[in-house]
């Protein structure tokens, strides 16, 4: 079993920064990593995917201001915010996957307001 470990979310003020982690335990292969923004009312959205090559594929609102990093050895993915917006504010969700798991955390809530 994979059980996923999401901190790091909490209130901001507009341009302000925050870091989210995921850690990832078990002993299933796990080859990608990503977090996903889901706002009230709206589909689950792609903010950042990483390979475990360290390919990175980003949203385009968030390129330049956002960097999702993972520490392999760990099983952790990382995702910084800076320069966060109010439109940034959503429950964000860490998502593994491998050749034989797919797996969401449980959503960490990022609020961006002054």
């Known amino acids: 079993q994979v059980q996923l470990v999401e901190s790091g979310g909490g209130l901001v003020q507009p341009g302000g920064s925050l870091t989210l982690s995921c850690a990832a335990s078990?002993?299933?292969?796990?080859?990608?990593m990503g977090w996903y923004c889901q706002a009230p009312g709206k589909q689950r959205e792609l903010v950042a995917t990483?390979?475990?090559?360290?390919?990175?594929n980003y949203a385009d609102s968030v390129k330049g201001r956002f960097t999702i990093s993972r520490d392999n050895a760990k099983n952790t993915v990382y995702l910084r915010m800076n320069s966060l917006k109010p439109e940034d504010t959503c429950v964000y969700f860490c998502?593994?996957?491998?050749?034989?798991?797919?797996?969401w955390g449980q959503g960490t809530q990022v609020t961006v307001s002054s």
């Open positions: 998502k593994v996957w491998g050749p034989t798991i797919v797996l």
């Open positions: 078990g002993s299933r292969i796990i080859t990608n």
């Open positions: 990483i390979s475990s090559g360290g390919s990175t």
